[in-house]
T-cell receptor, first 114, second 111 residues
Framework: DTEVTQTPKHLVMGMTNKKSLKCEQH?????MYWYKQKAKKPPELMFV???????INESVPSRFSPECPNSSLLNLHLHALQPEDSALYLC?????????????FGQGTRLTVV | SQQGEEDPQALSIQEGENATMNCSYK?????LQWYRQNSGRGLVHLIL?????REKHSGRLRVTLDTSKKSSSLLITASRAADTASYFC???????????FGKGTHLIIQP
C-alpha cells in the first residue's frame, strides 16, 4: 500500500466553525507533513512530524493545530479560520526526515472558508 | 531560502514533441525531486536525483543536475496529451526538514 489517504476531499466551513482534516498512511513512514497550496502557487510547508513529534512549525497561525496520534495518522484541527485560509491542504509522508527518498502525497482537502 | 525557481512558467507544445523545464535553487541540497500535479490535486513523484548524481533517466523522463550552477532540468520526450499538468521541482536538505518547492511549470500538450 503506497497511498496517503486524506479526508474529507472537500470542506466548506464558516469562520466560527471547528473542523479537522485527517491523513492516514500505512507505509511505515516516520515523517509526516502538512502543506498548504493556494491556487496557481507551489505547496508551502506548514508542519513536520518526525516519530510522532512536531519537528517544524513554519510560523503557522495558531488557528491551525496539528496532531499526530500515532505513526499512521496525522490530523489538522481548524478553528476560527479566515477566508484567506481557503486553499488545498496536502498531507505527505516519507520514510524519514532527511532520507534520500521520495515523499508520497495525498489527494488533498480543498478547503473553502466562508 | 532554497526555493527552486522554474522556467518557463508555462509551456505549450504539440503532442510528440519534447518538453524541457528548468529549475534553479539557492542553497546546498541533499537531493532534488520533480513532481507532477494534475488539476490542483495531489502531487505525484516523478524522479529524484541526489546531489552527487549528474543525470538520471526514468522511462520518458531525463533529469540533469548541475550543483555548480545550482540548476536542474527535466526533459519529457515524445510528449502525450496525458502529460498535461503542472510540474514542480522540490529541494530537500540545506537544513530544511521538508521539501521546498519551485514555482512550477504548467505544461500543455496540444493533441
Amino acid at each position: 500500500d503506497t497511498e496517503v489517504t486524506q479526508t474529507p476531499k472537500h470542506l466548506v466551513m464558516g469562520m466560527t466553525n471547528k473542523k479537522s482534516l485527517k491523513c492516514e498512511q500505512h507505509m511505515g513512514h516516520r515523517a509526516m507533513y502538512w502543506y498548504k497550496q493556494k491556487a496557481k502557487k507551489p505547496p508551502e510547508l506548514m508542519f513536520v512530524y518526525s516519530y510522532e513529534k512536531l519537528s517544524i512549525n513554519e510560523s503557522v497561525p495558531s488557528r491551525f493545530s496539528p496532531e499526530c496520534p500515532n505513526s499512521s495518522l496525522l490530523n489538522l484541527h481548524l478553528h476560527a479560520l479566515q477566508p484567506e485560509d481557503s486553499a488545498l491542504y496536502l498531507c505527505a509522508s516519507s520514510y524519514l526526515i532527511g532520507s534520500d527518498t521520495e515523499a508520497f502525497f495525498g489527494q488533498g482537502t480543498r478547503l473553502t472558508v466562508v | 531560502s532554497q526555493q527552486g525557481e522554474e522556467d518557463p512558467q508555462a509551456l505549450s507544445i504539440q503532442e510528440g514533441e519534447n518538453a524541457t523545464m528548468n529549475c534553479s535553487y539557492k542553497t546546498s541540497i541533499n537531493n532534488l525531486q520533480w513532481y507532477r500535479q494534475n488539476s490542483g490535486r495531489g502531487l505525484v513523484h516523478l524522479i529524484l536525483i541526489r546531489s552527487n548524481e549528474r543525470e538520471k533517466h526514468s522511462g520518458r523522463l531525463r533529469v540533469t543536475l548541475d550543483t555548480s550552477k545550482k540548476s536542474s532540468s527535466l526533459l519529457i520526450t515524445a510528449s502525450r496529451a496525458a502529460d498535461t499538468a503542472s510540474y514542480f521541482c522540490a529541494c530537500s536538505g540545506g537544513g530544511a526538514d521538508g521539501l521546498t518547492f519551485g514555482k512550477g511549470t504548467h505544461l500543455i500538450i496540444q493533441p
